[in-house]
């Protein structure tokens, strides 16, 4: 039985997460309404408040699922843990797809309201990511010397405004340009143990 709600659970927190997505191709982040989510996905408010206690929580929840089917995306590539340089630039590769396809969404998100808790939502997100590709390939970087969550941070600064300026700009070179960039970026620093 708890097998049951379990899953009942994950599918509508889902369908949540995917209606908030598909809104925000609509209107900006601030014109949703919870009522609004809970009318396009069919359920009633108070199944959404069992979950979630905002919007802010929904949209945390939402880029946490985005993320999974990242990592997900990365697994089925089935990279050796050995292989850091490979893992990391796939990790860039699959990311900025990502961004690519669903631009019109992050900049709905982003750019209404520069200064909201969102963006935090995004770079905690971020940084938990790296930090946890840091302690899963721990012993890949035997001469790291710099703390694993100052690093985090300065690669989810870096990653953040990059991601801003190439969407704010409308993309002014290719997904594979942009990509190619990264990899550059990549290989070129002192504190990651890349070929």
């Known amino acids: 039985m708890e097998h049951k709600q379990d899953l ?9 997460s995917y209606t908030l997505f598909s809104l925000l191709t609509q209107k900006s982040y601030e ?6 989510i809970c009318q396009k996905a069919f359920i009633h408010r108070t199944t959404f408040y069992h979950y979630f206690n905002n919007k802010n929580d929904l949209l945390s929840y939402a880029i946490d699922e985005v993320k999974e089917k990242i990592f997900d995306t990365l ?11 490979e893992m990391f630039l796939q990790l860039a590769k699959i990311a900025i797809h ?5 631009r019109t969404i992050i900049e709905q998100i982003m ?4 200064t909201h808790p969102m963006i935090e939502i995004f770079t905690e997100s971020i ?11 721990r012993k890949q970087f035997p001469s790291l010397t710099i703390h694993k969550d100052i690093l985090a941070q300065f ?31 990549m290989k070129q620093q002192t504190y990651l143990p890349l070929s």
């Open 127 to 137: 940084s938990r990511s790296i930090k946890y590709l840091f302690v899963k390939n």
């Open 98 to 102: 990502f961004l690519y396809e669903n």
């Open 155 to 185: 690669l989810t600064g870096g990653c953040m405004q990059m991601a801003v300026w190439w969407l704010e700009n409308k993309t002014p070179i290719s997904e594979e340009e942009f990509y190619e960039n990264v990899k550059i970026l």
């Open 31 to 36: 014109q949703i309404r919870i009522e609004e």
């Open 75 to 85: 697994h089925a590539k089935h990279i050796p843990a050995e292989q850091t340089e």
């Open 8 to 16: 009942r659970m994950k599918r509508t927190c889902r369908i949540l």
């Open 111 to 114: 750019y209404h309201n520069p």
